[in-house]
Structures are given as C-alpha cells and as structure tokens.
Nanobody
Framework: QLRVVESGGGLVQPGGSLTLSCTAS????????IAWIRQAPGLDPEVVGC????????RYADSVKGRFAISRDNGKNTVYLQMNSLKSEDTARYFC?????????????????WGQGTQVNVSS
C-alpha cells in the first residue's frame, strides 16, 4: 500500500519543541518534494514548509521561519519537521504531503500522497 504516515504530534507548552516524522511505505520519499501542511479549525490550510527532491532545498512560511526545520533521512525513508519555540498559534493538525511535480520554490503543483495528519496542541 502506497502511503505516508505522520507521527510525533502531541501536547506541548509554549516555547517547547516537537519533532514530527513522515514515513513512506511502498515508494521512496527522496523522489518527491515533501510539504508539511497544517490546518487549524476555522482557518485555511497553510503550507508550513517544503523540501525539494534532488537538492533538498527548503522553504518555509514566514510564520515559522527560524523556528521550524525540515530534513530528510533517506536511509529511513523519512522526512522530519523539527518545531522549536512553539506558540499557541502553531496548534493545528499537521499533514505530510508528497508531490512528484510539486515545486517547493514556487509552492505550486499537486500532491500525490497525503497522510492522515498528526495533531499538535500548544498550550500551557
């Protein structure tokens, strides 16, 4: 079965850190651009960040720049979203998406795979 699965969400206090993981089964993540998208209740989905295919170029939303970082572990077929200095406004469901034709630099294109998401709650 071809799919991506997210993990690592949970409850964290403001200022804390979490690392989300996105693991693929049935295909190789390195052949895809990977974007992390979050959606909070009542708000539009937001592309938090993206990592490109070959050069692994990353791009982040202004709202998370300097706090979040995306990386790949090709040996584990996994992409990570390291989230630091978390704020209450980071509370959302976070989805991992994989697109063979998604352009991270322009944040354009479509996704071939979506995960079920993992919930992140930032609260004291």
């Amino acid at each position: 079965q071809l799919r991506v699965v997210e993990s690592g969400g949970g409850l964290v206090q403001p200022g804390g850190s979490l690392t989300l993981s996105c693991t693929a089964s049935g295909f190789t993540l390195n052949n895809y651009a990977i974007a992390w998208i979050r959606q909070a209740p009542g708000l539009d989905p937001e592309v938090v960040g993206c990592i490109g295919r070959s050069l692994g170029i990353t791009r982040y939303a202004d709202s998370v720049k300097g706090r979040f970082a995306i990386s790949r572990d090709n040996g584990k077929n996994t992409v990570y979203l390291q989230m630091n200095s978390l704020k209450s406004e980071d509370t959302a469901r976070y989805f991992c998406t994989a697109g063979s034709r998604y352009d991270c630099s322009r944040t354009t294109g479509t996704f071939d795979y979506w995960g079920q998401g993992t919930q992140v709650n930032v609260s004291s």
